[in-house]
Nanobody, 123 residues
């Protein structure tokens, strides 16, 4: 089992920044990658970014490229999402997830999920 706990969400004005954290515990060595997904009210959950646990290879959704940066600290078992130049359309619940399929951006390939953290961007 893998446990994931997100933190760092909040309310920010458009153009501002937030940094999300995801603390992983349990059998983390089994997981090839960690990812961030988000879900806005009335919309499907969507991929935001992912990072492989060992090599640090990253991938981003087109909507966040150049604004968001994913990173991880293997020693601390923590993943981060630095979000800059935030827009109202970034408002959503952000979820941390883990997968043994390192190259996937599909939510159904992720078997472990955190509880989510709310990010609200005001215009």
């Amino acid at each position: 089992q893998v446990q994931l706990v997100e933190s760092g969400g909040g309310l920010v004005q458009a153009g501002g920044s937030l940094k999300l954290s995801c603390a992983a515990s349990g059998r983390t060595s089994r997981n090839d990658a960690l990812g961030w997904f988000r879900q806005a009210p009335g919309k499907e959950r969507e991929f935001v970014a992912r990072i492989t646990w060992r090599g640090g290879r990253t991938d981003y959704a087109d909507s966040v490229k150049g604004r968001f940066t994913i990173s991880r600290d293997n020693a601390k078992n923590v993943m981060y999402l630095q979000m800059n130049s935030l827009k109202p359309e970034d408002t959503a619940v952000y979820y941390c997830a883990a997968t043994t399929t390192g190259g996937s951006s599909r939510s159904h390939d992720y078997g472990w999920w955190g509880q989510g953290t709310q990010v609200t961007v005001s215009s």
